[in-house]
């Protein structure tokens, strides 16, 4: 089955400084790539997502790369501010059958004001 | 257009005990997925719904079971409970159909086994 790694566990960024989250994926067959922030005691909330016909997905300050070839996607934050301090899960899914999520490990964000 | 709710929020519960966990998915969407999430971990896939039929299920006993209403709100049954079944347990709702669609979590509801 897929399995996703997610590095680095812990993150430390200074505010306004930019951050980067990097996945990785084993199965080639996935084709959707999510990006979920969880507040302490809160739901995850999406907050980018990407498919594997597209190289890049920017959103305001969020923005997503992925290198099928590699089975790598990042996520990267400009701008940081205090507000983006979370967990951050990266998440694999494949369109056979069911659209079950794999997600990441998890890492969690500190933005130092 | 409603979002995903789920109840109760909370739960305490004894090993050996059986709990029921129910989700209302997001207005117009047919498939409710559940997933388990550890403290400290990703959540981690139990199974899904999708139109009142299981459609896909991951590493987990089959002590841990669900099903669908025909308003796609879903119930997770977990018998025999476990120490480590203790967990916040999210259901997330999706359109379906195989197109890999967003999916949006509920609020989650933590379990606490003792």
Redesign the interface.
């Known amino acids: 089955g897929e399995n996703v790694e997610?590095h680095p566990s812990t993150l430390s960024v200074q505010e306004g400084d930019s951050a980067v989250i990097k996945c990785t994926y084993s199965d080639s067959a996935s084709?959707?790539f999510?990006w979920?922030k969880q507040e302490l005691g809160?739901?995850?909330?999406?907050i980018i997502?990407i498919?594997s016909n597209v190289g890049e997905k920017k959103d305001q300050r969020i923005a997503v790369t992925l290198n099928k070839t590699a089975k790598h996607f990042s996520l990267h934050i400009t701008e940081t501010q205090p507000e983006d301090s979370a967990v951050y899960?990266c998440?694999a899914?494949?369109?056979?059958?069911?659209?079950?999520?794999?997600?990441?490990?998890?890492t969690r964000l500190t933005i130092i004001p | 257009e409603t979002g995903v709710t789920q109840s109760p929020t909370h739960l305490i519960k004894t090993r050996g005990q059986q709990v029921t966990l129910r989700c209302s998915s997001q207005s117009g969407h047919n498939t409710v997925s559940w997933y388990q999430q550890a403290l400290g971990q990703g959540p981690q896939f139990i199974f899904q719904y999708y139109r009142e039929e299981e459609n896909g299920r991951g590493n987990f006993p089959p002590r841990f079971s669900g099903l669908q209403f025909p308003n796609y709100s879903s119930e997770l049954n977990v018998n025999a409970l476990e120490l480590d079944d203790s967990a916040l347990y999210l259901c997330a709702s999706s359109l379906g159909g195989g197109l890999t669609s967003e999916q949006f979590f509920g609020p989650g509801t933590r379990l606490t086994v003792l």
């Open positions: 997610q084709n959707y999510p979920y809160k739901r995850p909330q999406l997502d498919r899960f998440a899914s494949t369109s056979s059958g069911n659209e079950k999520l794999t997600f990441g490990t998890g």
